[in-house]
Every structure is written in C-alpha cells, then in structure tokens.
C-alpha cells in the first residue's frame, strides 16, 4: 500500500507507490548523523513527488554522488536523489513519513564515517 511524507511546513510532499518498509538504515557519516536520518531506498520510479518542486533547494557534498532535496521554507530534507547499480533511486527520510513507526524498525547501521 502507497505511504506519503512531507517536509515540516507541508509544502514539499510526496508517495512512495509501495509497502512501507520494516527495516531502515542509519549512517554515522557527518551528514546523516547531525541530521539524524533513518532512511529507505526506493527506485524513483515509485516516487512522486505531489507539491513543492518550486520550493526545493538542494545540497551535495563529498564526491556529489547524491543530491540532498529540502524544503526552502522550513529546511526539512524529507528525500534525496541519487543512483546504485540498478538504476536512479530515492533516499526517503522516514523521520518525515507520519504512518511509519521508526521505534518498530530494523535499523541497519551503516559506517559511512569511515567512507
């Protein structure tokens, strides 16, 4: 069944056309650690994004592999952009996503710190 998120003012929202996942990841890398993300992966395919394309700003860093979407309005980064070896993906921040439980995931713990 399709899930949706949002940025925290509501201007940015989104579906993912999918089950919602029950496990998740988390990265001590600098960026996802200050930000405290849980993320899922999903094929862009499955994502839509329904309101806020004109109030999207973006940020990359490092080696530019994965453009970080946020909101310009309230800085919310509900979702980024990016590619794996099977095509271009979405990174969703499930912190933004209000009918996922986080306490109830598997969290898979990554070392992107040392990346």
């Given at each position: ?40 992966f999903v094929p862009a395919d499955q994502f839509t994004l329904d309101s806020g394309a004109d109030k999207l700003t973006d940020y990359q860093f490092y080696k ?52």
């Open positions: 069944m399709p899930y949706t998120g949002s940025c925290h003012c509501g201007a940015v929202t989104f579906t993912i056309a999918a089950d919602a996942p029950s496990e998740a990841m988390s990265c001590n890398c600098s960026h996802c650690s200050r930000k405290g993300f849980v993320l899922t530019h592999n994965i453009t970080h979407r946020f909101c310009a309005i309230c800085g919310t980064q509900s979702f980024a952009e990016g590619k794996s070896l099977d095509g271009p993906i979405r990174a969703i921040n499930l912190c933004c996503v209000p009918e996922v439980d986080i306490d109830t995931l598997k969290i898979n713990r990554v070392d992107g710190a040392s990346f």
